[in-house]
């Protein structure tokens, strides 16, 4: 396949993942890898620790690797 084609799939089967997430799973992932927010501010509006919106992360980005497993 032609890199450009491999990407584009990439991308859409990314898209894909992220429409299965629920808005507050998706929020929490806009606000860290698209606007760049850091744990601590987003912990400080949610009143609770960037610990625990490190953990929030991270069950996130598992539920995402096994659905993009499962497409190939």
Do not use: C, W
Not at 14 to 29: C, P, Q, S, V, Y
């Amino acid at each position: 396949m032609y890199p450009i084609l491999d990407t584009r799939v990439q991308i859409e089967e990314l898209n894909k993942a992220l429409a299965t997430l629920t808005k507050e799973e998706r929020d929490l992932i806009e606000a860290i890898f698209f606007r760049e927010e850091s744990l601590k501010s987003i912990g400080e509006k949610e009143k609770v620790t960037h610990q625990a919106i490190g953990k929030r992360r991270d069950r996130i980005l598992e539920k995402l690797r096994k659905i993009l497993e499962d497409k190939i």
